[in-house]
T-cell receptor
Framework: AQSVAQPEDQVNVAEGNPLTVKCTYS??????LFWYVQYPNRGLQFLLK??????LVKGSYGFEAEFNKSQTSFHLKKPSALVSDSALYFC?????????????FGRGTQLTVWP | EAQVTQNPRYLITVTGKKLTVTCSQN?????MSWYRQDPGLGLRQIYY???????DKGDVPEGYKVSRKEKRNFPLILESPSPNQTSLYFC?????????????????FGEGSWLTVV
């Protein structure tokens, strides 16, 4: 069965420091991988996705993520965190061969960046 | 502007009183879906639709109904709401990647509907 794990409920970093939000997945075959961000009282906003090609994917707001097939991971990174990056981050996976259209989400990681 | 629109955004209702949460998208997307978000559980899929008149159950369909009579609309119906359906609900849509097969297309989400059942 497809599943997504975000091992950290919370990540706290100081502004200007690099940040990493971890994600591992379990799917049959090769997946499509996504990161979404949710600001308070808002819907989910798309950050980036891995479809194929270069394992390092660049997305919105200076975020990037690295697909690691051997470790089945897709960690979200940013070289220098901003206070405005504080939000809830979701990793999601879609089975490449799925006819069911399902996007499986992790439980979310609350990122707090303090000044 | 491309968007997914949900209504109402906030609703407090009583147990057993039927309600409908509407969802509309203006991107001509074939695929639409409903999720609920609960603390510590992430987002769980309720129902999805691959196209007009094609719907199927997600992971947590109990207590919900949907319909897809038009491509742009995908309402979520709670025939007899109960307190355990108190949640934040999201509608989402995306292109379908081929003959009724989803692909890596990005899924777009509405702003969410806060539903409280007392």
């Amino acid at each position: 069965a497809q599943s997504v794990a975000q091992p950290e409920d919370q990540v706290n970093v100081a502004e200007g420091n690099p940040l990493t939000v971890k994600c591992t997945y379990s799917v049959s075959g090769n997946p499509y991988l996504f990161w979404y961000v949710q600001y308070p009282n808002r819907g989910l906003q798309f950050l980036l996705k891995y479809i194929t090609g270069d394992n390092l994917v660049k997305g919105s707001y200076g975020f990037e993520a690295e697909f690691n097939k051997s470790q089945t991971s897709f960690h979200l990174k940013k070289p220098s965190a901003l206070v405005s990056d504080s939000a809830l981050y979701f990793c999601a996976v879609r089975d490449r061969g799925s006819t069911l259209g399902r996007l499986y989400f992790g439980r979310g990681t609350q990122l707090t960046v303090w000044p | 502007e491309a968007q997914v629109t949900q209504n109402p955004r906030y609703l407090i209702t009583v147990t057993g009183k039927k309600l409908t949460v509407t969802c509309s998208q203006n991107m001509n997307h074939e695929y639409m879906s409903w999720y609920r978000q609960d603390p510590g559980l992430g987002l769980r899929q309720i129902y999805y639709s691959m196209n007009v008149e094609v719907t199927d159950k997600g992971d947590v369909p109990e207590g919900y109904k949907v319909s897809r009579k038009e491509k742009r609309n995908f309402p979520l119906i709670l025939e007899s709401p109960s307190p355990n359906q108190t949640s934040l609900y999201f509608c989402a849509s995306s292109l379908s990647g081929g003959p009724d097969r989803p692909s890596g297309n990005t899924i777009y989400f509405g702003e969410g509907s806060w539903l409280t059942v007392v």
